[in-house]
C-alpha cells in the first residue's frame, strides 16, 4: 500500500460541521479588535493561544523556517535581524526583496517581533530564509521550475520547517521528487488547503502530495472558513481568518479583516518552530505528532478519527508546551502516512507510541466528496512554452480573484510527456 493510499483511507470525514466548540481555550466571544492602528489588537488569536505563558518557556528559538513566496522585506521593523540569506528561485535578479507584501506579512506572522507597530509573529525567536518565486506578473520569472527548486534549495538549507502559502492545479513529476527530498531531509512541510471552499472546492498542490501538511483556517470563534478549501488534503487547522496584512509591496501600511488559509499556514508552521524549539531532539515527526494530538477538537470528536474540513483540529501550541498534552512517538514513523519515512534526523530513540487518535487509518464513514477541476483557478495565468505553466495569483476570502488580500494560487497545468 503506497503513502498516498495510507493517507486517502485515513481520510474519512467525522465532523459534518467544521465547529471545534470553544476551541478549548477560550476563542468563543473573542471577536477581532476594530481598531485598524493598532495591529496586535487585531491579531486575536495571541491572547487565545495565551502566547505570554508560551513565551516564558520557549520562543521558538534555534529553529529556521523557510517561507517560500513571494520574497520577504527584511527591512520592516518587525523583521529587522529575523531575516538570512536565502534564495531567488525565479533567477530573475538574484534578490528576494518582496514584490507583493504576502512573503513579508507570512514571514512576519511566523518571526516578527511587533517592534514599530508591525505584526506580532507566534514565534518570535525563529529566523527566516525567504526563497522567492514568481507571483501573479510572470514576467518575474526566468526559471520554470522555480517552485520545485525553491523546495529542494529549502530542503538543502538549515531551516527545520518550510511553508508554502500558496497552491496550485496540477502536480509534476519534479514538483514531487522535490518534496520526497525535502522529506527525505527531515523537513516538515506545510502548505495551504486554498481558498476555494465556496467557490469549486479545488484541490490544489502541493498540499495535495502526502508528505506536506495541509492547513484549513478558522475563525475567532474556532470555525472554519467557507473560503477554506476541504477534503482530504486537510491535516490540521489554524487562525486564518480576520488577519491584517501588508497592503501591498509599498509596506506603507497594514490592511486589516482579511481571510485566507495563507496565514493560517504562517501560525502552523510558527506553532511547529515553538514546538520544535522546546524539544529540540525531536524529529519533524515527533512534532507534527504533538500538533495532531493537542489540537483542539470539540467534546462530541471521536477518538482516532479525522474531519475533511479542520483534519485533527486546530493548533495549540501551548497545549503540549504548558501542559504536556500529546506524546511524540516514533521519530521514524510519519502520522501522516504512518510509514517508516527514510532520512527524518536523529530523535529520541524511548518515545512512548502514538496515540490512537494520531494512528488510527480513519473511521468507517465514507470520505468527503471533492471537485475535481478541470481548468486552471478562475483569474489566472498561464505561460505558453517548455516546462510548467505558472501563474500565482492573490485570492480573496471568499472568492478566486485577482483582489487585495488572501492567499497566494499557484495555476500549473500538469506536464504531458
Not at 486517502?8 to 465532523?15: A, E, N, P, S
Not at 514599530?116 to 521550475?145: E, H, M, V, Y
Not at 476541504?230 to 490592511?255: E, N, Q
Not at 479542520?310 to 510509514?339: C, F, M, Q, S, Y
Amino acid at each position: 500500500m503506497t503513502a498516498g493510499t495510507t493517507r486517502r483511507l485515513r481520510r474519512r470525514v467525522t465532523c459534518a460541521v467544521a465547529l471545534v466548540g470553544a476551541w478549548a481555550i477560550g476563542f468563543v466571544g473573542l471577536a477581532p479588535a476594530a481598531s485598524a492602528e493598532d495591529i496586535r489588537a487585531q491579531q486575536w488569536y495571541l491572547d487565545a493561544m495565551h502566547v505570554d505563558k508560551i513565551w516564558q518557556k520557549t520562543k521558538g528559538e534555534g529553529v529556521k523556517v523557510a517561507v517560500i513566496d513571494s520574497g520577504v522585506n527584511a527591512s520592516t521593523p518587525s523583521l529587522k535581524g529575523q531575516v538570512l540569506k536565502g534564495l531567488d528561485a525565479t533567477k530573475m535578479d538574484g534578490k528576494t526583496d518582496d514584490y507583493s507584501g504576502h512573503g513579508t506579512t507570512m514571514a512576519e506572522l511566523i518571526a516578527g517581533t511587533g517592534r514599530g507597530g508591525g505584526l506580532q509573529g507566534l514565534a518570535p525567536a525563529t529566523k527566516i530564509i525567504p526563497f522567492r518565486i514568481a507571483g501573479d506578473d510572470i514576467s518575474r520569472r526566468k526559471n520554470n521550475w522555480d517552485v520545485e527548486d525553491a523546495i529542494r534549495a529549502a530542503a538543502d538549507s538549515d531551516a527545520k520547517i518550510i511553508n508554502m502559502s500558496f497552491g496550485g492545479i496540477g502536480k509534476t513529476d519534479r514538483m514531487m521528487e522535490a518534496v520526497k527530498y525535502a522529506q527525505s531531509k527531515g523537513k516538515l512541510m506545510f502548505a495551504s488547503v486554498g481558498n476555494t471552499g465556496d467557490k469549486g472546492n479545488v484541490r490544489q498542490y502541493p498540499v495535495g502530495l502526502p508528505e506536506v501538511v495541509g492547513v484549513a483556517a478558522t475563525d475567532s470563534e474556532g470555525r472554519v472558513g467557507k473560503y477554506s478549501t476541504h477534503g482530504p488534503m486537510v491535516d490540521i487547522a489554524a487562525p486564518g481568518s480576520d488577519i491584517p496584512k501588508w497592503c501591498d509591496a509599498t509596506f506603507t501600511r497594514y490592511c486589516d479583516g482579511v481571510n485566507g488559509t495563507s496565514a493560517a499556514t504562517a501560525i502552523a508552521s510558527a506553532t511547529a518552530a515553538l514546538i520544535w524549539s522546546y524539544h529540540p531532539d525531536w524529529t519533524a515527526n515527533q512534532v507534527l505528532r504533538v500538533m495532531f494530538e493537542s489540537a483542539g477538537r470539540s467534546e462530541g470528536w471521536k477518538p482516532g478519527t479525522t474531519s475533511s474540513y479542520l483534519g485533527h483540529g486546530i493548533v495549540r501550541p501551548g497545549a503540549h508546551i504548558n501542559r504536556g498534552l500529546g506524546k511524540p512517538g516514533d521519530p521514524d514513523i510519519n502520522p501522516l502516512t504512518n510509514e517508516n519515512s527514510a532520512g527524518s534526523g536523529a530523535g529520541s530513540s524511548a518515545s512512548p507510541a502514538a496515540s490512537p487518535a494520531a494512528s488510527a487509518p480513519g473511521s468507517s464513514q465514507a470520505p468527503q466528496a471533492e471537485a475535481t477541476p478541470a481548468k486552471a483557478v478562475a483569474g489566472s495565468s498561464e505561460e505558453a512554452g517548455g516546462g510548467s505553466s505558472l501563474g500565482l495569483i492573490l485570492g480573496g476570502a471568499a472568492a478566486v480573484v485577482v483582489v487585495a488580500g488572501g492567499a497566494f494560487y499557484l495555476a500549473r497545468k500538469r506536464r504531458t510527456t
